[in-house]
């Protein structure tokens, strides 16, 4: 059986599963809800880090915690592609879920004065807890959002809030021009690093989205943290089913450097399915 256990220094991760209420349900996009809880591990974690989610005889997945408040109050914000997910989706206020964690490294934000956030399409999840901090540390941001269309856009108005309040502003961007500019998140990020000196870029979505926008920060010289999905079954780092070259994303990630990232064989190239197999991505 799993126990608590004691990490580093006062750093105590939690193993055992915990069941939790779901408090509230907010409708996000057209295809993305949240789900609210009350769990004070989640409530204190650090943009970016996971929760293993369990669906009651359905399957357990990795979700970033969406929302954090001084209040033990936390969400996950899931889309639903498949049999978990989809159940996920359908749940209702009062129904229970399992969850585990948090897990995995977050987003760094030490030393940050001006950072760009570049979120690409349901992948931009840990990228709203992340602005929230951002607000809530005094520290200026741009957030670039895109998306296929303008109902797909996730957290515009929380974004715009938080920028609001540190002088920044939000770059919504849509395939189809439905909503701000017409075209890609990537694109427009190349423009706006030529416009302000950022010390950050901080990214989450398609792993080729991230991949321009890593070569972009560094051709640059400006330092990225992206976040980055594998299967992930364990959340502790011993099954190996979440590895990207040498590194497992569910322990040494969700989020790295851009400098680790850049040069590994794997990254936007090919991941590994259910089974183990690489894939092409
Ligand atoms: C660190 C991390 C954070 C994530 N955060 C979110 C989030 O905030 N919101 C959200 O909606 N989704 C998130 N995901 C993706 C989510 O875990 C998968 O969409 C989910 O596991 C799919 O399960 P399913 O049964 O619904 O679909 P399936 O039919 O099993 O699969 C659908 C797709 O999801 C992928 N997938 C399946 N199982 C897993 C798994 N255990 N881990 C990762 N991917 C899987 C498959 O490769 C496939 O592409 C996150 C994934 C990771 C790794
Ligand atoms: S999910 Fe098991 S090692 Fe990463």
Partial sequence: MLRNLQLSGEKKITHTPRIVKIKQESIETVSMKSLYFEDELSAKSQPGQYLMIWIPGIDEIPM????????????VTVRNVGLATNELFSM??????????????????DNIENALIVAGGSGGVPLGPLSDLLRKKEI??????????????????????NAKAVGGIVLPITEDGSHGTIGLASEIAEKEIKKEEYDMIYTCGPEQMIKKIVDLGLDNSIPVQASLERIIKCGIGICGSCVLDSLRVCKDGPVFDGE???NLKEFSVSKRDASGK???I
């Fill in 140 to 161: 200026k941001f741009t957030c670039i959002i895109g998306a296929p269309v303008a109902e797909e856009l996730l957290f515009l108005e929380r974004h715009q809030l």
């Fill in 92 to 109: 209702k206020t009062n129904q229970q879920i399992g969850l585990r964690g948090p897990y995995g490294k977050g987003f760094n934000i």
């Fill in 278 to 280: 690489k894939i092409p």
């Fill in 64 to 75: 970033s915690i969406s929302f954090m408040s001084d209040e033990n109050q936390s969400a």
């Fill in 260 to 262: 680790t990232i850049k």
